[in-house]
């Protein structure tokens, strides 16, 4: 497995990564990337968007995002302006929809790159209209509405003024209206009919102002469980990084990272000692393994408690934690076991070969598998392995 350094999280210190000295990393898989994609592709009826926000859910954009279109992705999406901007310096020059418009959002910027925005309201669009005018280029806007999410999507009320808006700069020549979209709040497909409704109106109204327009509505999970939610597009996040749709019911998507520190020492402790801030733990005769990662590096404070705590893998051994975790350090008791400073610790792994899974890690701190991947911190180098 040849490691390369290069992309790392946006707020990756360079320097760390850069000369190999990172405390821990994450080797990030790209095959498993595309394997994961197409198998959603295989799954799907429509075309796929790749949604890599948040900087690839941590491991990386760019990466990602190339690995998703080899797969079959044939679009991709973000949350912001500046994450659409980053992945064209990178050359990546798939179609690219940024869906969150906050008020100093580098619009003029997006629009310039080519990336599709999506409006959800009167006043957005307009700042869109705008900055298409002041480049002399034509913005490409996908107009999100609201139907039972109650976060970001235009409220009904605002449909018809939102399309009548858009209709005449599309006239104007100033944008080009691709779709009318939504975000499901719901799991079930019993939650989907009625937001597949109010999606339909919306469609419908924008047919009616004149706007030829494509939707879509679904993401992993109702890509996952429901054929009807698959529209024109899915946009898959979670899924391509391994992440499955439903538990219960794999699809036997491949883990796409493995996070890896080592043993920097070990001390023998007598019965009765404590470990670690707070003497929480109070440890039987035991060997005590430390490890350079702690809840700023994304191993979190839930993951050691007094009653159970997450287990790592050492030698291909399970150990658990012990005591609080600190910001930049963490303790195993590794029992009896022969462990010894500079032994490979496995964070998170692959489920298949006894290591912790994300599924093990969410369920552990209380959260879910996608939180555990944003939560790797800045210090942890990410690396890029093939197949
Ligand atoms: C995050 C997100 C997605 C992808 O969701 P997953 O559950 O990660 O597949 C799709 N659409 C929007 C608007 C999102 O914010």
Known sequence: MAAV?????????????????????????????????????????????????????GLGSARAARAAL????????????????????????????????????PIGAAVAAHVRLSPTSPAQLRRVVEAAAALGVVAEVEIEVETGMNRSGAPRAEW??????????????????????????????????VPLTHLSDAVELARAAGLRVRSHAAASRAAAVDPRTHLDLVRLGASLFGVEPVPERPLGLAPVARWETRVSQTRDVLPGESVGYGQTAIASATRLALIPVGYADGISRRASGDEQSMTVAVGGRRFPLIGAISMDQSVIDVGDAPVTAGDRVVLLGDPARGEPSLAEWSSAVGTIPQEVLTAIGPRVARTEVGA
């Not at 290069?6 to 095959?31: C, F, I, K, N």
């Open 5 to 57: 350094l290069s992309e790392t999280h946006p707020a990756a210190l360079s320097t760390a990564s850069a000369t190999g000295s990172s405390p821990s990393s994450v080797a990030v898989s790209t095959a498993a990337i595309q394997a994961n994609t197409s198998r959603m592709r295989e799954l799907c009826a429509s075309p796929v968007m790749a949604v890599v926000k948040a900087g690839g859910f």
């Open 160 to 193: 018809q003024q939102l399309f009548d808006m858009a209709a005449a700069a599309s006239a104007s020549g100033l944008v080009r209206v691709v779709g009318v979209w939504t975000h499901l709040s719901g799991t079930s497909p019993a939650q989907f009919s």
């Open 70 to 105: 080899a797969g079959g992705a044939t679009e991709l999406g973000v949350a912001t302006c500046a994450e659409a901007i980053e992945l064209r310096r990178a050359g990546i020059e798939a179609p690219l929809l940024a869906w969150m418009l906050h008020d100093d959002a």
